[in-house]
């Protein structure tokens, strides 16, 4: 079974940025297609990013042009680099893999807030 573990959320203000990690515990990360997924506050878990194992990318209209997900195969690892946060992303973030594999990492927090 994969194991995930994100890292990197925090607290920010407006218009400030984070970068998240998530190491994938598998000899076959390559081969996935990974994605970026948020929790906010009262809502359910909504599809951010997403990353081909062709290097394609592909992203919500929320985020588009703010967030950016990349990924090191050699280091088992995805990203999601966010710009010009606001008060809207304040959520949980996860990573997965696309279709998911049946079990989420703990997420990591991300508040944006004045």
């Known amino acids: 079974q994969v194991q995930l573990v994100e890292s990197g959320g925090g607290l920010v203000q407006p218009g400030g940025s984070l970068r998240l990690s998530c190491v994938v515990s598998?000899?076959?990360?390559?081969?996935?297609?990974m994605g970026w997924y948020r929790r906010a506050p009262g809502k359910q878990r909504e599809w951010v990013a997403r990353?081909?194992?062709?290097?394609?990318?592909d992203y919500a209209n929320s985020v588009k042009g703010r967030f950016t997900i990349s990924r090191d195969n050699g280091k088992n690892t995805v990203y999601l680099q966010m710009n010009s946060l606001n008060a809207k992303d304040t959520a949980i973030y996860y990573c997965n893999t696309i279709p998911d594999n049946g079990s989420w990492g703990q997420g990591t927090q991300v508040t944006v807030s004045s």
């Open positions: 598998t000899s076959i990360f390559s081969i996935y297609e």
């Open positions: 990353s081909t194992s062709g290097g394609s990318t």
